[in-house]
């Protein structure tokens, strides 16, 4: 599986949605504070852009020493139609200062995040990751493709996600039997190099199952290749 430090950058670096909180900002803005665009540094630190007149910036100077404590918080949805369509939270809280000269074009500022404490809440389960780790931490190479993969996979595969029912449960548990029965409909709801996550819903349940690849993928072909092999297990079982 994916470490905590993976999982938590992977949803800081990509197509999740972002908000940042100051604590004690006042006046309280109105709407979510969302970057304009973000991204990590070698060294752990998560950079911001946002407008320069916006509320962030001018509490970012405002502060004593121009640093301003701050959250950043990431909600990852699931790019398809799903029940229970959050898959996944993750927390960067630390220290908010101001990059001199740093803005990519006219009327912004970037801003700098130094974590602080780092933390994740998603299909997985919870844990926090010391800084370094997040530091040292790769993104999942596949998350770039994540979003095409599931939908094509929701689109044009259905009834083959659906086959994966039958290898459900290692103690033979399948859509003949058990829990696995009742379910009447499959969603492909995560991917990442190590497997496919998939939702089983149906009148009385819902339930996810993990179906591994035979070994970790690092790029689309892989992915598309894995895939393949657990269509034909699942068509054999």
């Known amino acids: 599986m994916p470490s905590a430090a993976e999982r938590a950058r992977t949803l800081v670096e990509n197509n999740s949605s972002a908000a940042l909180v100051i604590p004690g900002l006042s006046p309280a803005p109105g709407e979510p504070m ?17 407008a320069r007149d916006s509320a962030v910036v001018r509490a970012v100077e405002a502060a004593p020493d121009g640093e301003a404590a701050a959250v950043l918080e990431i909600t990852d949805v699931a790019p398809v139609a799903v029940p229970h ?18 803005a990519f ?3 912004t500022a970037l801003l700098r995040l130094e974590p602080g404490e780092v933390s994740v809440d998603d299909l997985w389960g919870t844990a926090l990751v ?15 493709y994540e979003t095409e993969l599931l939908q094509h996979l929701a689109a044009a595969h259905g009834a083959e ?8 449960g290692a103690d033979g548990t399948s859509c003949e039997g ?13 991917l990442d190099r190590f497997g496919l996550r998939v939702r089983f819903s149906g009148d ?23 895939m393949r092999t657990l269509f034909e297990a699942a068509r054999e079982s």
Request: aromatic share 8%; with cysteine; glycine share 12%.
């Open 161 to 168: 996600v659906g086959l994966l029912c039958a290898l459900v």
């Open 178 to 190: 058990g829990v696995a029965r009742r379910a009447v409909a499959a969603v492909p709801l995560a």
């Open 204 to 226: 009385d349940t819902t339930f996810d199952a993990r179906f591994d690849f035979p070994e970790p993928v690092t790029e689309l072909d892989g992915a598309r290749r894995a």
């Open 130 to 144: 010391e800084p370094d780790e997040f530091a040292a931490a790769e993104a999942d190479p596949l998350a770039g």
């Open 34 to 50: 969302t970057p304009l665009r973000r991204s990590v540094g070698p060294h752990g630190d998560v950079f911001l852009l946002f």
């Open 85 to 102: 369509r959050i898959r996944g939270r993750a927390w960067v809280a630390g220290w908010l200062t101001l990059v001199p000269g740093g």
């Open 105 to 107: 074009e006219a009327g």
